[in-house]
């Protein structure tokens, strides 16, 4: 079955960029059937799309998120990443890679990985 | 925008009582595109439900979802201990977005 697991800095200081690397291990990044996705959840609070992105290249991002995400596909590697750029402490949030569908339905779940934005 | 709220905020009930969770769209969810998911303390969500009333592959009859346009409601029958979680609600008919959450506890 398909496993997903992301990784990353834990910190990130503010107006700087968070990078984030999801690697899929039982599936193909270059599934013609799937969508890789982000999804951020601020502590204590609920979930947030960022977007998703086909190794194809096709991808769409939340509006509010828009200017400052960036996701690819690393085909060789069979990971994807999300680059989220000029932070503030409001990004600081479990962020959660996820398996898609061409419309975000989203499984399975990496398990999550907190990115706090501090100095 | 889609806007999703979910009610109640919060839902106390026992083992082998019925929960029922409501999840109502500012705008009409386009081909019924809303799912569910289930999520556990320090856990990452589990899809449930989607295209409002199919269940996700493992996951047991006593989760049901249905509703159509604005409203949508998961039912879960039986109720066990294990099913203290929170539940969202997401609709991805027009990109794509999350209710605010309904927190189940069982007595």
């Known amino acids: 079955q398909v496993q997903l697991q992301e990784s990353g800095p834990g910190l990130v200081k503010p107006s700087e960029t968070l990078s984030l690397t999801c690697t899929v291990s039982?599936?193909?990044?270059?599934?013609?059937?799937?969508?890789w996705s982000w999804i951020r959840q601020p502590p204590g609070k609920g979930l947030e799309w960022i977007g998703y992105?086909?190794?194809?290249?096709?991808?769409a991002y939340t509006h509010s998120l828009k200017s400052r995400a960036t996701m690819s596909v690393d085909t060789s590697k069979n990971q994807f990443s999300l680059k989220l750029s000029s932070v503030t402490a409001a990004d600081t949030a479990v962020y959660y890679c996820?398996?898609?569908?061409?419309?975000?339905?989203?499984?399975?779940w990496g398990q999550g990985t907190l990115v706090t934005v501090s100095s | 925008e889609v806007l999703l709220t979910q009610s109640p905020g919060t839902l106390s009930l026992s083992p082998g009582e019925r929960a029922t969770l409501s999840c109502r769209a500012s705008?009409?969810?386009?081909?019924?595109?809303l799912a569910w998911y289930q999520q556990k303390p320090g856990q990452a969500p589990r899809l449930l439900i989607y295209?409002?009333?199919s269940r996700a592959t493992g996951i047991p009859d006593r989760f049901s979802g249905s509703g159509s346009a604005t409203d949508f409601t998961l039912t879960i029958s039986r109720l066990e201990p294990e099913d203290s979680a929170v539940y969202y609600c997401?609709?991805?008919?027009?990109?794509?977005?999350f209710g605010q959450g309904t927190k189940l506890e069982i007595k």
């Open positions: 705008q009409s969810v386009s081909n019924n595109y």
């Open positions: 039982g599936g193909s990044v270059s599934s013609d059937n799937h969508y």
């Open positions: 997401q609709q991805y008919g027009a990109s794509c977005s």
């Open positions: 996820a398996r898609a569908l061409p419309r975000p339905v989203l499984d399975p």
């Open positions: 992105m086909h190794y194809t290249g096709a991808s």
């Open positions: 295209g409002a009333s």
